[in-house]
């Protein structure tokens, strides 16, 4: 059987991640309680939400707490990598090319440990399906010793996504249900 196209995945997690954001309101304080379990890093790169992504201030917030350095990627152009500026919530933010919250162009460019990244849905694979724009998947081939860590709903994991060349795994996943590390290594193809 051939897998839905990312088109209408996308438009289907869309939806499902809007009726989570809903039915579930204190997932991103839930998710953020287990922020002790992420792998190690001194430089983590969060995200602003947009939309119904699931918020990480609450994570952001513990995770300077527990003395680690954040920063918010930039896209200084599109269909190139982003790059991270460093960032401490409270700080004052500007639209990037794309559109999104960013730290203004005097922020230290930084080269983060851990990536957190959002997304439309998971599998269990470390597939990861995004917003179509290819900023992540195009950092994370830039940045391959980053750990990339998706941050949503547990009611975003789907059984399988159609995987292609050009998207990059994740090395685990943060729901309000905990943290899950993906066992296998994620530099060869999946089973």
Same mark, same amino acid.
């Given at each position: 059987?051939?897998?839905?196209?990312?088109?209408?995945?996308?438009?289907?997690?869309?939806?499902?991640?809007?009726?989570?954001?809903?039915?579930?309101?204190?997932?991103?304080?839930?998710?953020?309680?287990?922020?002790?379990?992420?792998?190690?890093g001194?430089?983590?790169?969060?995200?602003?939400?947009?939309? /119904?992504?699931? %918020? &990480?201030?609450?994570?952001?917030? #513990?995770?300077?707490? $527990?003395?680690?350095? !954040?920063?918010?990627? *930039?896209?200084?152009?599109?269909?190139t990598?982003?790059?991270?500026?460093?960032? /401490?919530?409270? %700080? &004052?933010?500007?639209?990037?090319? #794309?559109?999104?919250? $960013?730290?203004?162009? !005097?922020?230290?460019? *930084?080269?983060?440990?851990?990536?957190?990244?959002?997304?439309?849905?998971?599998?269990?694979?470390?597939?990861?399906l995004?917003?179509?724009?290819?900023?992540?998947?195009?950092?994370?081939?830039?940045?391959?010793?980053?750990?990339?860590?998706?941050?949503?709903?547990?009611?975003?994991?789907?059984?399988?996504?159609?995987?292609?060349?050009?998207?990059?795994?994740?090395?685990?996943?943060?729901t309000?249900?905990?943290?899950?590390?993906?066992?296998?290594?994620?530099?060869?193809p999946?089973?």
């Open positions: 059987m051939t897998p839905p196209d990312k088109v209408s995945l996308r438009a289907e997690a869309r939806a499902i991640r809007k009726r989570l954001s809903q039915t579930i309101p204190d997932a991103a304080d839930k998710a953020a309680a287990q922020a002790a379990d992420l792998p190690p001194r430089v983590i790169a969060v995200y602003r939400a947009v939309g /119904s992504e699931l %918020d &990480p201030a609450s994570l952001a917030r #513990a995770l300077v707490a $527990a003395g680690r350095d !954040l920063c918010l990627p *930039v896209v200084l152009e599109r269909d990598p982003m790059i991270f500026r460093r960032w /401490s919530p409270g %700080d &004052p933010l500007e639209p990037d090319t #794309a559109g999104c919250p $960013a730290p203004l162009p !005097l922020a230290e460019i *930084v080269d983060p440990d851990l990536v957190i990244t959002p997304l439309l849905a998971f599998d269990d694979f470390g597939g990861r995004g917003q179509g724009g290819g900023y992540y998947d195009r950092t994370f081939a830039v940045r391959p010793t980053a750990i990339r860590i998706g941050l949503a709903f547990a009611g975003q994991r789907v059984d399988r996504l159609p995987v292609e060349a050009h998207d990059i795994r994740l090395h685990g996943v943060l309000e249900a905990g943290y899950r590390p993906y066992p296998f290594d994620i530099s060869r999946s089973p």
